[in-house]
Nanobody, 125 residues
């Protein structure tokens, strides 16, 4: 069963914006910590942002703080990542992931239980 499906990736010039979405078939959705990860040329999966089950707390990697915004719509079971002022270093495959319970901060990839298949983001100079 497919539980997480990302969309919204694409190619954009540096300085531009992009919004990623993740449709989550998780119930009850408001009990899940949700997060975005990315995997770039270094082939290391790193945490980008995370959001608490209620949406009251958010966490960001230093590299994206002030540029990216994570949000969720618990009524729709959807996760979002608004990406602004994009840089070439943001080029990566982006994944959404989940685990039951609080986030408590950026969560390590191996602590997440479910993953989408990813959506590609390419930022040109």
């Amino acid at each position: 069963q497919v539980q997480l499906v990302e969309s919204g990736g694409g190619s954009v010039q540096a300085g531009g914006s992009l919004r990623l979405s993740c449709a989550a078939s998780l119930y009850p959705y408001n009990t899940y910590c949700m997060a975005w990860f990315r995997q770039g040329l270094l082939n290391e999966r790193e945490g980008v942002a995370a959001i608490s089950p209620s949406g009251s707390a958010t966490y960001y990697a230093d590299s994206v703080k002030g540029r990216f915004n994570i949000s969720r719509d618990n009524a729709k079971g959807t996760l979002y990542l608004q990406m602004n002022s994009l840089k070439p270093d943001d080029t990566a495959m982006y994944y959404c992931a989940s685990r039951v319970g609080p986030c408590g901060g950026l969560v390590a990839p191996n602590a997440m239980n479910r993953w989408g298949n990813g959506t590609m983001v390419i930022i040109s100079s």
